[in-house]
């Protein structure tokens, strides 16, 4: 079961100005992440109670699938509808120049793919996500195919900083819904994220990297302050 933090009344109070856009008819990317979470959760209500009609929720993930089913979300695969109207989704980071670090929950590659399927992309998030340079506060995802784990991990290696093998919740390696592995890679704040992007899509056995760079359209950020939007 997930612990409620003194943050969650920010991460719902952005997800729910985050609904705000969503429209009639919409076809909606639906993140993965407890700040998503509640995005989710007011479709839901909105839908419930009229407010809201014909949205069709792509979930990025299985566990948003469920809960979305759960919540009686209608929902479509990129199959069906592979342009969407827009995504909401969190982040573990985020810039000034709204680049984020994502993949905390696991999901990196397929919020990457439903992103670049989005017109619109926002980002919620609590104050505590922001940072003046990305690196400083989360460590990056680096998702890698199995075969390849030893020498991607030795080419992360080479670049400097610090490489888990993220574990799962029965102390084996965390499986993505891909089938492969996670390697956490903390260093120091990042010089050069677009440099560092390109040298990481240039491996083979490198699938997707928690950097999302010159993606996002919008931040939804709430904290003690209040709200604020960043574009
Ligand atoms: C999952 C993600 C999440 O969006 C990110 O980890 C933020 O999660 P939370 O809202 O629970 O802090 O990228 O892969």
């Known amino acids: 079961m997930r612990v409620v933090g003194p943050e969650d009344k920010y991460k719902r109070l952005a ?16 993140g993965h992440g407890s700040t ?3 995005a989710v959760l007011r479709m839901a209500v909105l ?21 979305a089913r759960r919540l009686a979300i209608p929902l479509a695969t990129l ?5 969407l109207d827009l995504v909401i989704d969190g982040a573990d980071e985020i810039d000034p120049g709204l680049d984020c670090i ?21 980002i919620v998030a ?17 998702e890698v195919l199995p075969f390849a784990l030893v020498p991607e991990r030795h080419f992360l290696e080479s670049l400097g900083g610090k490489i888990k093998l993220r574990p799962g919740p029965d102390g084996r390696p965390f499986v993505t819904a891909q ?8 260093q120091p704040p990042l010089d050069n994220p677009r440099e560092l992007a390109r040298k990481l899509e240039s491996r083979a056995g490198i699938m997707a990297h928690g950097l999302f760079l010159d993606i996002v359209d919008e931040v939804i950020v709430a904290g003690p302050q209040g709200l604020r939007l960043l574009r």
């Open 15 to 30: 997800a729910e100005m985050a609904v705000e856009r969503v429209s009639d008819g919409m076809v909606v990317g639906l």
């Open 36 to 38: 998503a979470a509640y």
């Open 47 to 67: 839908l419930r109670d009229g407010s809201l009609k014909d949205v069709l929720g792509v979930p990025c993930s299985r566990r948003v699938e469920e809960e």
């Open 79 to 83: 199959d069906a509808r592979p342009s």
């Open 102 to 122: 994502k993949g905390k929950g696991g999901a990196l590659l397929r919020e990457k793919i439903v992103a670049q399927a989005s017109k619109r992309r926002i």
């Open 126 to 142: 609590d104050a505590s996500k922001c940072s003046a340079r990305l690196g400083e506060k989360a460590s990056l995802p680096v």
């Open 179 to 186: 089938g492969n592995f996670i390697l956490d890679w903390s």
